[in-house]
């Protein structure tokens, strides 16, 4: 079955640590990869998107993709309280003739002062 | 308009009643997602839609819910005799195309009394 799996935590980390977020996903086929964070009451918000194998950096925050693996990560460098949210991987996983974004579980990180 | 919209932000409706969500996304964007979200809980799957292509209703829960898209724009989830499981936050996203990041909308959080 087709499908995107994270840990759903919590994970939990004092502030200016790292905090690494990991996705494992089910098609090879996979091209697109995103991570999303979601504040408690809110609807999800595109934090990075990542396309080709390797890392792609964008201030604090660094996606990780091993398409051999089949696993995307996400790190952020010196959490900050504010970053405490859940964050939602999605994969667009193949179905039929269309590929369709599909949404891991999500992990809840908090990040203690 | 510049983001996904949604109407109603809240619907109170009695148990048995039926109700209508309504989601306008980005324009030109040619897929279409509802998810519902229940408290604490992750993202479920409802129904996609993308281009001219019949939507994927594999997440729909039971024959009570159907959806609808019109000119490939807007799009309006239907819920027939609501039931107090129904209570959620459904959202609606819509992305450019299949391989590219989603915008969600704000969400219409439906209450069944």
């Known amino acids: 079955q087709k499908e995107v799996e994270q840990n759903s935590g919590p994970l939990s980390v004092p502030e200016g640590a790292i905090a690494s977020l990991n996705c494992t996903y089910s098609?090879?086929?996979?091209?697109?990869f995103f991570w999303y964070r979601q504040y408690s009451g809110k609807s999800p918000e595109l934090i990075m998107f990542i396309y080709s194998n390797g890392d792609k950096e964008d201030g604090r925050f660094t996606a990780q993709l091993n398409k051999a693996s089949q696993y995307v990560s996400l790190l952020i460098r010196d959490s900050q309280p504010s970053d405490s949210a859940t964050y939602l991987c999605?994969?667009?996983?193949?179905?039929?003739?269309?590929?369709?974004?599909?949404f891991g579980k999500g992990t809840l990180l908090t990040v203690n002062p | 308009g510049a983001g996904v919209s949604q109407s109603p932000s809240n619907k109170v409706t009695e148990k048995g009643k039926d109700v209508e969500l309504r989601c306008d996304p980005i324009s030109g964007h040619t897929a279409l997602y509802w998810y519902r979200q229940s408290l604490g809980q992750g993202l479920e799957f409802l129904i996609y839609f993308q281009g001219n292509s019949a939507p994927d209703k594999s997440g729909l829960p039971s024959d009570r819910f159907s959806a609808e898209r019109t000119g490939g724009s807007v799009s309006t989830l239907t819920i027939q005799r609501t039931q107090q499981e129904d209570s959620a936050v459904y959202l609606c996203?819509?992305?450019?195309?299949?391989?590219?990041?989603?915008?969600f909308g704000q969400g219409t959080r439906l209450t069944v009394v």
């Open positions: 999605a994969v667009n996983l193949s179905g039929g003739s269309n590929y369709k974004l599909t």
């Open positions: 098609d090879r086929g996979s091209q697109s």
């Open positions: 996203a819509s992305s450019l195309t299949e391989n590219t990041e989603a915008f």
